[in-house]
């Protein structure tokens, strides 16, 4: 790790809900394809996910969950620092120091966090506002080259960035200012049900989404309650979106052209893209399901695994936090 001139590439899921084929097909399957080319780390941001109500026990198994699946869907700790987020204290100094350089007008702009005070009425508390800042800790911290985002990440990867150019302006230059890395291919998956929104791990009716560890009769009968749109042809078209939903998974996964997939459906009914559908989303999730199961039963090995990516990890971030405490006209610790 960095002693090789590779770009650092970082990104994170908040570890809420269900992995779903949302998350493999718009993030993990990417960072898969990046690994040789760049040095990699993959967060689970369980401190992000304090800014919902959590049950301690649940978060606690989530995270070692979400952990096997991002190693059974191909993110292979050899290669890559898989690390949970509050194994190394760096990001929560950092993230002081960059609340302090961030203004309350640029977080009262954030979309998402009007979108999630909104949903949570009854917790809009001080870390849902400032989970931004968090968030460029994560990516200032390893001094990142490019972060991989969804859409909805773009606003707070243009902070992240907008925080280190102050930073590097008031203090001299420090950080590395980040840019995204918005995947060229891969669909945007949506809601079953509704599928104008984006599929999302967190939907509260799990009919929306298919998760990664669904068992195979549970995918059949989601699938086959999915909405599809008036008229009778399978093909893609804005206008019809629940259609076009089923059919951008099916193409996703099965690394064909569009052409190839509408003509392969050319008078054929709904039913058969559903049942079609749902068999090649059971047989590409098995052996990520059995590969799941395997890494669950040796906890040992996980253990070991985030101990590496924890140990390196707050190495690379111990250097970032030094050099910024030194900046900021901190005292320094001498032995
Ligand atoms: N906020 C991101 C999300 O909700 C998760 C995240 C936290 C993240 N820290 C990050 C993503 C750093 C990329 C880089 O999806």
Not at 55 to 60: A, D, I, N
Not at 120 to 140: K, Q, R
Not at 318 to 332: A, C, E, M
Request: charged fraction near 25%; charge should be positive; aromatic fraction near 8%.
């Amino acid at each position: 790790m960095n002693g090789n001139n590779k770009k650092t590439v970082l990104s994170g899921i908040q570890p809420s809900g269900h992995l779903c084929i949302g998350n493999y097909l718009g993030a993990i399957r990417n960072w898969v394809a990046l690994q040789d080319s760049h040095n990699c780390i993959f967060l689970v941001v369980d401190l992000h996910a304090l800014t919902v109500r959590q049950v301690p026990s649940e978060l606690r198994n989530r995270c070692l969950s979400f952990v096997a699946q991002y190693m059974a869907c191909g993110i292979d700790p050899e290669k890559s620092l898989i690390v949970i987020q509050s194994h190394v204290s760096q990001h929560a100094e950092l993230h002081w120091i960059l609340n302090t350089l961030t203004y309350m007008g640029e977080l009262n702009r954030m979309t998402q966090f009007k979108d999630k005070a909104g949903k949570h009425e009854d917790n809009i508390n001080a870390g849902l506002f400032t989970y931004p800042v968090l968030m460029a800790a994560d990516i200032l911290i390893y001094q990142a080259d490019l972060v991989p985002v969804g859409h909805d990440q773009k606003q707070h990867l243009e902070l992240a960035r907008n925080i280190a150019q102050r930073f590097n302006t008031r203090y001299s230059e420090t950080f590395i200012v980040p840019d995204g890395l918005i995947p060229k291919v891969g669909a945007r998956i949506m809601s079953l049900q509704a599928p104008e929104r984006k599929m999302s791990k967190s939907d509260e009716n799990l009919n929306n989404l298919i998760a990664l560890l669904d068992p195979p009769d549970v995918i059949v009968r989601k699938i086959k309650r999915a909405v599809t749109d008036s008229g009778s042809e399978i093909l893609f078209d804005e206008k019809r979106p629940g259609i076009t939903n089923l059919l951008n998974i099916y193409l996703s996964l099965s690394g064909q052209t569009k052409e190839a997939v509408e003509e392969h459906f050319i008078g054929k009914q709904y039913s058969e893209l559903k049942s079609e559908l749902s068999e090649r989303v059971v047989e590409f999730l098995k052996p990520i399901q059995r590969q799941y199961s395997e890494l669950m039963q040796d906890k040992a090995y996980l253990n070991s695994i985030l101990k590496k990516g924890a140990d390196t990890a707050r190495y690379l971030a111990q250097k970032t936090i030094s050099k910024v405490y030194r900046k900021v006209g901190f005292v320094p610790y001498k032995r």
